[in-house]
């Protein structure tokens, strides 16, 4: 089983308050951090801290914050060798924190958006003997286009993570080539213009994206859990309530353990509420790579929260 992720690799740059500086405000802060991320290289390391096999596809810059951030996905266990050195930036995110553990994420896209269809064929070779492929949206858009594609011909389930959501929306081809959607409320919403607030609605909202091309609609609940739809058929399968200190890679822990989960046969039901787990376990802890729990701490966890 082995799973490959193709997408963004970043520094955070994290700085922490008790609330988020309004417009034209300036606030104090607590703490300040740099920590390595990017919604593509998060989903790389939680496929590995959950067993996974996981290789990394992707671009890093010449600079201090591409070697920090390749040295720590090799120590997480995650195989480097599909990711590129480009001349330039490593991309950043600049993340402010609230006390809450809500935050607000500015992306500059550096080596990320430097990816041609030449690494394509680094992508097409890392598919060979995979079972799924992980996809967001921190990349050229015709690059995640162009190898889900390539990955749903192979009969790789695809599983797209529909972060940043696009103002202009995902284009048809993207929506075809994905077995699984996993949009978060914010997302479902700007997506379909329904807002997802009860399975009802959740609902409605998958039947768009069913129509669209997608047979798997995740719809991602925080606390409330998740709502899966197959076909028009819709599940809720309940979520977990903790203590949220930092939720910057809940989606991507639920995303790499699903694709794990279901690597190793388990049912949807059973992968999602697994996922759940990793995602609640993450926002417990500050950052984002040191965030993503073991495997260990999520079968404890589920264990303790036998329903």
């Known amino acids: 089983m082995r799973v490959v992720i193709f997408g963004s690799i970043n520094m955070d740059l994290v700085a922490h308050a008790a609330r988020i500086a309004r417009p034209g405000e300036t606030i104090l802060g607590n703490d300040f951090r740099t920590i390595p991320g990017g919604k593509g290289a998060n989903q790389a ?24 951030s390749l040295s720590s996905l090799a120590a997480y266990g995650v195989d480097t060798s599909g990711v590129v050195t480009s001349p330039g930036a490593t991309g950043v995110a600049l993340i402010l924190l609230d006390a809450q553990g809500e935050n607000s994420i500015t992306v500059i896209s550096g080596a990320n958006m430097r990816l041609s269809h030449a690494h394509l064929d680094i992508v097409a070779a890392a598919l060979n003997d995979a ?10 858009m ?12 192979r009969g790789v389930t695809v599983i797209l993570d529909t972060a940043p959501a696009p103002t202009t ?10 077995d699984v959607i996993t949009p978060n409320e914010t997302e479902t919403a700007l997506l379909t213009g329904i807002n997802p607030i ?5 609902a409605d909202a998958a039947e768009v994206i069913h129509q669209r091309g997608t047979s798997n609609v ?12 197959h076909a ?3 599940t809720v399968v309940p979520g977990f309530v903790v203590p949220v200190v930092d939720t910057v890679a ?7 353990a699903l694709a794990v989960g279901l690597a190793e046969g388990m049912p949807m039901p059973a992968a999602l509420r697994f996922a759940a787990a990793s995602a609640a376990l993450s926002v417990t802890k500050p950052g984002a790579q040191p965030s993503v729990p073991s495997r260990t701490e999520v079968e404890v966890f589920l264990r303790q929260h036998t329903t």
């Open 232 to 234: 028009g058929t819709g």
């Open 142 to 153: 015709e690059l995640v286009i162009a190898a889900a594609q390539m990955a749903h011909a």
């Open 250 to 256: 809940a989606g991507a822990c639920f995303n790499g």
């Open 169 to 178: 929306g995902i284009p048809a081809e993207l929506y075809r080539a994905c």
């Open 45 to 68: 390391v939680a496929v590995a801290r959950m067993g996974g096999a996981a290789q990394m596809c992707g671009a890093v810059g010449d600079d201090g914050f591409g070697r920090d």
């Open 198 to 202: 009860d399975p009802a609605h959740c």
């Open 131 to 140: 079972t799924h492929l992980l996809l967001q949206l921190e990349i050229p």
């Open 218 to 229: 995740i719809i991602k609940r925080g606390a409330q859990g998740v709502y899966w739809s």
